[in-house]
């Protein structure tokens, strides 16, 4: 269970990030964290994990206070949330192995670590995670190697094994094509479902996230203007969340096809249902 | 604008504009005379003498460099490979020295800004002076031989290896390294993880090449009495054996020109 | 191939029971622990041709004390004109030997160039690049000063000479490696070589012309603070004398006008190269 409350977030430039966030997300709930570019959404998961430092409210994991953790404390709190990135992340030089077994960074001391000495279960379950998303033959591959969905799944099994009580995922898709999209995204959602892990998916595809989340909470200019399930979010709520479009030429969720007419098209440029990779 | 329009109402294109234009012509002319400056003061400090004599002196020293005298070059292997171990060594130690400097140095690993300014002071002092300076000052301190060459080397190539490196680092992509802080890695883990592998080449690059460099630096180290071939060259000249130097000449040039092979090879490979 | 298989397959079925270990970086084994084993046996060799005089070094570790106790209280006073004649040459010398040898580079690196010089040509330009870059600045400058006497002169020589070979080597790879789709474009107009020069190899090159102009100023600033060991001018004959007659103080105060001088030269050439950008 995380709780925040009265989250802040005002950057040395006087820029306003976050104001006042409320927010608060049981265990196994996959939460979709919707808005345009610039509102805020990556500065939120960020705080979470304290990558970003909040300037003010207080964000509870379990019963521990994140927002007042330093060294040694940090590091615990940081292992037991997971972290997917929109490039994946990976160290580009490192095998596929050494990249998954990062995850156990946190559990492991400096020198254990440099001698890529892990213990043993710990390699007995990065290998299960390569096997769940269907690795296993890449182990010895340099991340660079791999095609793009197959490094986000070297992300995912590397948050994975830090066996963490929630994922923090920031736009986990906006590099992928709309097949593959739609893999990861389902792999997340499973994932979630098999640990009972809670989830924050940022991400700019408003279809996807209708399909994939419980929950959907939109950002605009930092605030919270919509927080509510799938189904409620209409037309009207993006309009407020996106700013003026027209909505209603949004092919349906379920529909992968992109619409034939170039006026369409052309319009879409705001469009994040449309924009797989959109916002980049 | 450069476009502006004649008396005859047609629209004139320049390159740049008329201000522009004198600037431009009067920084030439600042340029040009300082150039004049320096040059009358050198021109003062020189006996125009000599100068004139340049040629028939030159034409002497080729006649008394040629034959070079080959057998001589059966004394020079050991001062050779003392040279290569001035330079090797020297590099090694230079570059265990520069590469913490390095990470101290830059700005998106330094622990401190203080230990930054430090860092970059060390490299700043290692760079400006010249590797036969420091030999000067070594062989005052440890007295001649290899030894104060090997540190001289060392000495120099920390600040060269360690501004490079430093560069190299605060070049690296962020989002790995945000990646591994965010598993809950420690300080140095995610210099391991997220840093050190990105810019291994880069590191293997830069002391492949400083070695290649430091190679030709230490075959003047011995005119100090730093050690190498330098003591032999410094020796032949003073009893004016020319035919010996040009036998140390083309010794040089041939461990040059291999140890540049080697280098752009490595780099090669590397990159 | 198959072997590689193999081995995948036997690394899998290690990870699968928990055992994993990084993949060594040179595969063959035995080519890995030759490599060790070489490096080895090289660092005793060489380590065991240095000799070190311990009783020499305790000696000096006095001096050592003296020197960093110099930097502390550098002296500038006392031979204060020596110093301000010695820099003034170093400037002097560096400053016309950039000049001149950027503008002897420029034709030389032009030759150098293989897509734009004939073989001839070429082959000339590159010997002269090799034996340039090959000779340390100090050994040439002795050959000068036999030449033309002690003194600046020879100095400037030296460094001129030094910096036609670092600059034309550069610029010739520069030509080698640039955008020929814009040469082919200004000759589609029906430029002559000379319109070729000016319009299509001149703008792609002069930025890094000009900053590595400015990199050649403080080498040759730096190198000129030597070649004066052997007689050819600058600020290197006073800091020898200084040395040799053990006033550390003087020493330690030229060391710091060189260092000052170097730091003012790079970040003038910062701000100068952004601006050429």
């Known amino acids: 269970m995380l709780t925040l409350s009265g989250v802040a977030k005002r950057y040395p430039t006087g820029d306003r990030a976050l104001t006042d966030i409320d927010l608060t997300l049981p265990n196994g709930q996959v939460m979709a964290l919707i808005g345009p570019s610039g509102a805020g959404k990556s500065t939120l998961i960020r705080c979470v994990n304290r990558l970003v430092e909040p300037t003010q409210g207080s964000i509870l994991l379990e019963d521990t206070e994140l927002t007042k953790l330093s060294g040694h404390k940090l590091r615990h709190a940081r292992r037991s949330m997971g972290m997917i990135f929109q490039e994946y992340a990976l160290v580009d030089r490192l095998s596929v192995m050494e990249n998954v077994l990062s995850g156990q960074l946190g559990y492991v001391g400096f020198?254990?670590?440099?001698?890529?000495?892990?213990?043993?279960?710990?390699?007995?379950?990065?290998?299960?995670?390569l096997e769940r998303v269907g690795l296993t033959h890449a182990i010895d591959k340099r991340a660079d190697a791999l095609s793009g969905g197959q490094r986000q799944r070297v992300g995912i099994s590397r948050a994975l094994l830090q066996s963490p009580k929630l994922l923090l995922v920031d736009e986990p898709t906006a590099s992928l094509d709309p097949k593959t999209s739609r893999q990861i995204m389902r792999l997340i959602r499973e994932l979630c479902a098999e640990r009972d892990l809670a989830a924050i998916i940022n991400i700019h595809d408003v279809a996807l996230a209708k399909q994939f989340a419980d929950r959907i909470v939109g950002l605009r200019a930092g605030e919270i203007v919509f927080d509510g399930d799938p189904s409620e979010l209409t037309s009207e709520i993006l309009t407020t969340i996106y700013g003026e479009e027209d909505w209603d030429t949004t092919p349906e969720p379920m529909d992968d096809e992109v619409s034939d007419d170039p006026r369409d098209t052309a319009s879409y440029g705001a469009a994040p249902a449309m924009a797989v990779g959109g916002g980049q | 604008m450069p476009v502006s329009t004649s008396p005859l109402g047609q629209?004139?294109?320049r390159r740049r504009t008329t201000r522009a234009q004198w600037l431009q012509y009067l920084a030439w002319l600042a340029g040009g005379s300082l150039f004049l400056l320096c040059w009358k003061l050198i021109s003062d400090n020189t006996m125009w003498v000599f100068v004139e004599d340049a040629g028939r002196q030159g034409a002497d020293l080729i006649s008394r460099m040629t034959p070079p005298e080959w057998g001589y070059a059966n004394v020079l292997w050991k001062p050779m490979w003392d040279t290569l171990n001035i330079a090797t060594l020297g590099t090694a130690l230079g570059i265990i020295m520069a590469f913490p400097v390095a990470f101290l140095a830059a700005r998106n690993t330094t622990p401190h800004p203080l230990i930054r300014s430090a860092a970059l002071v060390v490299i700043v002092s290692s760079r400006?002076?010249?590797?036969?300076?420091?030999?000067?000052?070594?062989?005052?301190?440890?007295?001649?031989?290899?030894?104060?060459?090997?540190?001289?080397i060392a000495l120099r190539s920390i600040g060269f290896v360690g501004k490079l490196l430093y560069e190299a680092i605060e070049e690296i992509h962020p989002t790995p390294v945000e990646a591994i802080s965010a598993t809950g890695a420690s300080r140095m883990q995610v210099m391991n993880y997220g840093v050190l592998p990105q810019v291994m080449p880069a590191f293997a690059g830069i002391s492949v090449y400083r070695w290649d460099i430091n190679i030709r630096e230490s075959t003047v180290l011995g005119l100090v009495g730093a050690g190498g071939i330098g003591l032999q060259l410094n020796a032949s000249i003073n009893s004016l054996a020319w035919d010996q130097v040009s036998v140390i000449f083309v010794m040089i040039f041939a461990t040059v020109l291999v140890s540049e092979g080697i280098s752009a090879r490595v780099r090669h490979a590397i990159i | 191939m198959s072997e590689q298989a193999e081995m995948l397959a036997a690394r899998q079925q290690a990870a699968h029971r928990g055992e994993w270990q990084r993949l060594p970086l040179i595969e063959s084994p035995r080519l890995r622990w030759g490599i060790v084993f070489g490096v080895l046996v090289y660092l005793v060799l060489a380590l065991a041709s240095v000799e070190v005089d311990w009783e020499r070094v305790a000696e000096g570790a006095g001096r050592a004390v003296n020197f960093l106790g110099a930097f502390m209280q550098p002296d500038f006073v006392s031979r204060y004109d020596d110093i301000v004649a010695g820099l003034l040459e170093s400037l002097?010398?560096?400053l016309t030997s950039t000049v001149i040898g950027v503008l002897l580079a420029?034709?030389?690196?032009?030759?150098?160039?293989?897509?734009?010089?004939?073989l001839p040509i070429y082959t000339a330009c590159r010997a002269i690049i090799a034996v340039s870059r090959t000779f340390q600045e100090v050994i040439i400058a002795i050959l000068f000063v036999v030449m033309f006497g002690f003194g600046p002169f020879a100095g400037m020589i030296t460094l001129a000479f030094a910096t036609i070979g670092f600059m034309a080597k550069l610029l010739a790879e520069d030509i080698e490696d640039l955008d020929w789709r814009q040469v082919e474009?200004?000759?589609?107009?029906?430029a002559s070589w000379w319109q070729t020069m000016n319009h299509a190899i001149q703008p792609q090159v002069m930025p890094r012309l000009i900053g590595l102009s400015m990199y050649r100023l403080d080498i040759n600033f730096?190198?000129?603070?030597?070649?004066?060991i052997v007689g050819a001018g600058g600020i290197g004959a006073t800091l020898n004398t200084s040395l040799s007659r053990y006033e550390y103080d003087t020493s330690a105060a030229i060391l710091l006008v060189i260092i000052a001088i170097v730091l003012l030269c790079e970040y003038s050439s910062s701000h100068v190269r952004r601006w050429t950008q």
Do not use: D, K
């Not at chain 3, 474009?185 to 029906?190: D, F, K, P």
């Not at chain 3, 730096?222 to 004066?228: A, F, L, M, N, T």
């Open chain 1, 111 to 129: 020198w254990r670590s440099f001698l890529r000495r892990y213990p043993q279960e710990a390699v007995v379950e990065a290998f299960r995670l």
């Open chain 3, 222 to 228: 730096r190198e000129s603070s030597v070649i004066g």
């Open chain 3, 106 to 118: 420029i034709p030389v690196g032009l030759g150098g160039a293989r897509n734009i010089a004939p």
């Open chain 3, 185 to 190: 474009a200004v000759r589609a107009t029906g």
């Open chain 2, 128 to 152: 400006s002076i010249n590797s036969l300076i420091w030999a000067m000052l070594l062989v005052t301190i440890l007295g001649p031989g290899v030894l104060a060459g090997i540190i001289a």
């Open chain 2, 11 to 13: 629209p004139i294109w």
């Open chain 3, 92 to 94: 002097t010398m560096t």
